[in-house]
């Protein structure tokens, strides 16, 4: 079975095991399964005001002769170890994910999809800290404020932990050091909640308090933000808006 990371209530990323049909929401193996790649995953198209990217997998069910979208997942392939790690022990190896701006925008998505039918509930958490932002594009306004964005962030999530759901499939090789050749149990398969997935990114600028510099971690905290707060004001998220003008001096 998949290991299924989940965030708990200590904002640690917890190791279970799911069930392929249980992550799905239906048998992978079964005749009325499809599996659309690079495809925009429909139900999201009522959260946003632009068209929405690709997604890398959409899980669908046939219903009389249609596909009806179950779940969209990102997939991220991944080879252990990495050109920064293989020279350590194999404890001390470590791995690589290359996250785009479209996988951010699913993120925003994947979270707000939880909190359709209370907007309310979201606002309340982010307007207090949104108020606090004279311009969102500028990093002498944004950059003060980044640890509390993160601390909003982390609440939302501990206080809704049960409305987490599978986000980024992440199947794992592992060679022999740089080696082009398959160890033993070379082959796993890791599955990310949204919530879970948030680590990557926020556990690496939580604690830097104020700053003229945002990284792209940094950055990322303030898309998310940015994206929750505007989808629990107007019901609608503005993604390419978003990411085109907060960009911080940040290469893509």
């Given at each position: 079975?998949?290991?299924?990371?989940?965030?708990?209530?200590?904002?640690?990323?917890?190791?279970?095991?799911?069930?392929?049909?249980?992550?799905?929401?239906?048998?992978?193996?079964?005749?009325?399964?499809?599996?659309?790649?690079?495809?925009?995953?429909?139900?999201?198209?009522?959260?946003?005001?632009?068209?929405?990217?690709r997604?890398?997998?959409?899980?669908?069910?046939?219903?009389?002769?249609?596909?009806?979208?179950?779940?969209?997942?990102?997939?991220?392939?991944?080879?252990?170890?990495?050109?920064?790690?293989?020279?350590?022990?194999?404890?001390?190896?470590?791995?690589?994910?290359?996250?785009?701006?479209?996988?951010?925008?699913?993120?925003?998505?994947?979270?707000?999809?939880?909190?359709?039918?209370?907007?309310?509930?979201?606002?309340?958490?982010?307007?207090?800290?949104?108020?606090?932002?004279l311009?969102?594009?500028?990093?002498?306004?944004?950059?003060?404020?980044?640890?509390?964005?993160?601390?909003?962030?982390?609440?939302?999530?501990?206080?809704?932990?049960d409305?987490?759901?599978?986000?980024?499939?992440?199947?794992?090789?592992?060679?022999?050091?740089?080696?082009?050749?398959?160890?033993?149990?070379?082959?796993?398969m890791?599955?990310?909640?949204?919530?879970?997935?948030?680590?990557?990114f926020?556990?690496?600028?939580?604690?830097?308090?104020?700053?003229?510099?945002?990284?792209?971690?940094?950055?990322?905290?303030?898309?998310?933000?940015?994206?929750?707060?505007?989808?629990?004001?107007?019901?609608?998220?503005?993604?390419?808006?978003?990411?085109?003008?907060?960009?911080?001096?940040?290469?893509?």
């Amino acid at each position: 079975m998949p290991i299924y990371l989940m965030l708990d209530n200590r904002l640690n990323v917890l190791h279970t095991k799911e069930t392929v049909s249980n992550l799905f929401g239906i048998n992978p193996l079964g005749e009325e399964v499809f599996y659309a790649f690079e495809s925009i995953h429909t139900p999201y198209e009522i959260l946003v005001s632009e068209s929405l990217p690709r997604i890398d997998l959409v899980v669908c069910k046939i219903e009389n002769n249609r596909t009806k979208p179950i779940k969209g997942l990102e997939i991220k392939l991944t080879a252990l170890p990495d050109n920064q790690t293989y020279n350590n022990t194999e404890e001390n190896y470590g791995s690589e994910i290359v996250v785009r701006p479209d996988t951010i925008v699913y993120l925003a998505l994947s979270i707000a999809s939880s909190f359709s039918s209370s907007r309310d509930e979201l606002r309340a958490k982010l307007e207090p800290f949104a108020r606090r932002i004279l311009d969102w594009r500028s990093i002498r306004s944004v950059g003060p404020h980044l640890a509390e964005a993160c601390n909003v962030v982390n609440d939302i999530l501990t206080g809704t932990l049960d409305r987490q759901q599978p986000f980024i499939l992440q199947p794992i090789w592992k060679t022999l050091g740089k080696k082009l050749m398959l160890t033993d149990n070379c082959l796993d398969m890791f599955v990310w909640s949204d919530y879970a997935f948030t680590r990557l990114f926020i556990d690496s600028v939580r604690d830097n308090g104020n700053r003229e510099f945002i990284t792209r971690q940094g950055r990322t905290v303030l898309w998310l933000t940015k994206m929750l707060y505007d989808f629990s004001v107007t019901g609608k998220i503005k993604h390419q808006l978003v990411i085109d003008e907060l960009t911080y001096d940040t290469k893509k």
